[in-house]
T-cell receptor, first 114, second 113 residues
Framework: ETGVTQSPTHLIKTRGQQVTLRCSSQSGHNTVSWYQQALGQGPQFIFQYYREEENGRGNFPPRFSGLQFPNYSSELNVNALELDDSALYLC?????????????FGPGTRLTVL | GDSVTQMEGPVTLSEEAFLTINCTYTATGYPSLFWYVQYPGEGLQLLLKATKADDKGSNKGFEATYRKETTSFHLEKGSVQVSDSAVYFCALTWPNRDDKIIFGKGTRLHILP
């Protein structure tokens, strides 16, 4: 069984640019959540997708947006990048209807904004 | 708002020492509580969980008890190993809502041989 995978592993962008991060959920999982983990901090919830619809959002501005595809893979898009967007971005998938299910995390994408 | 507070690291111990990492939470309702571990170069892994008051979660020699009266979920291990060196995150979520997890800031643990 393949776990959660994310691409790319590392990414360097400059301020003002746009970035797309990708996540493939674990087989059989229909819910994907995205988290931002700044250096030395715990992950912070960005948003969650369930059956291609946004199902909850954290305290992040609208320039953070996402998509979920019919195969349950997902994208995180960030527009107008700022220096503070530099972080490890984690994707997590979970099975069934959202509601306290165990989430399985990918290894993350390290984004550096210069 | 809802939050998780855990002891700041780094925590440095010798092999076979007793470990406690403190965690307290602020939340409405009755959250489920977790400890996640992040080994160097790896993704977050669920270490243990407890879903209601007085439940004890355990895994790999680690234990934590859900204490509603003190809103705590302290992580303990009787005898740590070098391989336990990692960052540990206390976290909470709510059953029957979304799967949003609120994490603490993490505690880095160094075990010396």
């Amino acid at each position: 069984e393949t776990g959660v995978t994310q691409s790319p592993t590392h990414l360097i962008k400059t301020r003002g640019q746009q970035v797309t991060l990708r996540c493939s959920s674990q087989s059989g999982h229909n819910t994907v959540s995205w988290y931002q983990q700044a250096l030395g901090q715990g992950p912070q919830f960005i948003f969650q997708y369930y059956r291609e619809e946004e199902n909850g959002r954290g305290n992040f501005p609208p320039r953070f947006s996402g998509l979920q595809f019919p195969n349950y893979s997902s994208e995180l898009n960030v527009n107008a990048l700022e220096l503070d967007d530099s972080a490890l971005y984690l994707c997590a998938s979970s099975p069934g209807v959202p509601g306290g299910n165990e989430q399985f995390f990918g290894p993350g994408t390290r984004l550096t904004v210069l | 708002g809802d939050s998780v507070t855990q002891m700041e690291g780094p925590v440095t111990l010798s092999e076979e020492a007793f470990l406690t990492i403190n965690c307290t939470y602020t939340a409405t309702g009755y959250p489920s509580l977790f400890w996640y571990v992040q080994y160097p170069g790896e993704g977050l892994q669920l270490l243990l969980k407890a879903t209601k008051a007085d439940d004890k979660g355990s895994n790999k020699g680690f234990e934590a008890t859900y204490r509603k009266e003190t809103t705590s979920f302290h992580l303990e291990k009787g005898s740590v190993q070098v391989s336990d060196s990692a960052v540990y995150f206390c976290a909470l979520t709510w059953p029957n809502r979304d799967d949003k997890i609120i994490f603490g800031k993490g505690t880095r643990l160094h075990i010396l041989p």
